[in-house]
């Protein structure tokens, strides 16, 4: 019997009262008002040139490698630590994957071995800010603005958190957000595509609406509604945006909830980590976390595994996540080999997240630390 979920699709404010409106608005596909009202929030809330829905966080990573692009040959590098549509949206588009490994404390990636992964070939820079803590970024923009390569943030885990004061998902020309069921913020399955680069706008709209310049032709810009470039459908169903939107407006409710249970698990565990060789997430001084997650990395794979079996026989579901992406199939296939990114190979085999989401309660919480405290290591 499951006691303690890991995790919990909930519903916090107006999705069903939103999603009946959104029918009532006789208006149900992509880009009616609730999906406006989305843009509209992130758009003013982050202070972004423009946002816009996607069907996906993948999918909004597939419109920035079409919006940088990309081709074969290109050169993309990626955090080696990170969910496989970081690097398919390029490796789609024909790019070779540069896998950088991530540094130990914050499992970003490590920034001080970005230069020596740049060649001409390289045409974009995709920082993940893993558990929405933010990557170095000061230092990443530095590099690529003096070797003039583009960076997509995979903003996936970080909305609302923040690097020095300003926003994850503000510093590259573009990033890319998820609301899967997973996130902090879910209709299920949905994303988004921040621009900042406000060049790349316009050209964004044409490839979300199937290489069409529809969205032009609904503002009264253009005359005519036709086929200006290549495309796919990359805008979800309003429907999905009403419930998303309601989502949005509960964003005080959803930070504060889930930097409580961050807050509980980080008190409760600091002491029994420190003594059995367990590391808890590092959230550097200049940054304000998104809260996406509670991970914790066990001494090795066998502790690890043996962890996560003992707390699902009491009912508590932990997991744990990223193999690393130049081991996968696809990797080995790119030409790498083991040793390649060590701090990955490692943290792989230790991390395990635990019990995370919407609804989780102290008393969950407490379940689920006093199991912990009885694991025999
Ligand atoms: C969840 C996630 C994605 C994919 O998001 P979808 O909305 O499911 O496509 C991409 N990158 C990271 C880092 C993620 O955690």
């Known amino acids: 019997m499951i006691k303690v979920d890991f995790n919990k699709p909930v519903t916090v404010g107006n999705e069903f009262e939103y999603m009946r409106q959104a029918i009532e608005n006789v208006k149900i596909s992509g880009d009616g008002v609730f999906t406006k009202k989305c843009h509209t929030f992130l758009e003013t809330e982050l202070g972004v040139t423009k946002a816009l829905l996607t069907t996906s966080c993948t999918h909004a990573l597939e419109m920035s490698a079409i919006l940088l692009g990309i081709q074969p040959g290109d050169e993309v590098i990626i955090p ?19 896998f950088v490994d991530v540094h130990p404390d914050t499992l970003n990636l490590d920034e001080t071995k970005l230069e020596a992964a740049i060649t001409p070939r390289t045409k974009a820079i995709v920082p993940v800010h893993y558990a929405g803590v933010g990557c170095e970024m000061d230092a990443i923009m530095s590099i690529a603005r003096r070797h003039n390569i583009a960076v997509v943030e995979d903003n996936a885990h970080g909305l609302f958190g923040k690097y020095k004061g300003k926003f994850l998902g503000t510093f590259g020309a573009m990033a890319t957000q998820s609301f899967h069921e997973t996130k902090n913020f879910s209709c299920g399955e949905g994303g988004a595509l921040l621009i900042n680069d406000p060049a790349l706008a316009e050209r964004a709209e044409i490839i979300r609406e199937k290489g069409t310049n529809r969205s032009r032709f609904f503002r009264g810009q253009v005359d005519k509604y036709t086929w200006v470039d290549i495309g796919s459908s990359y805008l979800p169903s309003d429907l999905l945006a009403a419930f998303l939107y309601a989502q949005f407006e509960q964003r005080e409710k959803i930070q504060s909830h889930r930097k409580n249970v961050w807050d509980m698990y980080q008190a409760a565990l600091r002491d029994w980590a420190g003594k059995h060789g367990v590391q808890l997430p ?7 976390q998104a809260y996406h997650m509670f991970y914790m990395l066990l001494p090795n794979l066998e502790l690890r595994q043996k962890f996560i079996m003992y707390l699902r026989e009491r009912g ?19 030409g790498y080999r083991e040793g390649d990114c060590p701090v990955t190979e490692r943290v792989s085999d230790q991390l395990v997240r635990l019990p995370f989401h919407n609804e989780l309660t102290s008393s969950d919480q407490e379940q689920v630390i006093d199991a912990i405290m009885e694991f025999q290591f």
């Open 80 to 98: 080696d630590f990170t969910f496989v549509s970081t690097v398919n949206a390029f490796v789609l588009r024909g790019a070779k994957p540069v």
């Open 282 to 288: 590092t959230v550097p001084a200049d940054r304000e």
């Open 316 to 334: 508590i579901y932990s997991v744990f996540h990223y193999l690393p992406l130049h081991l996968s199939d696809m990797g080995q296939g790119f």
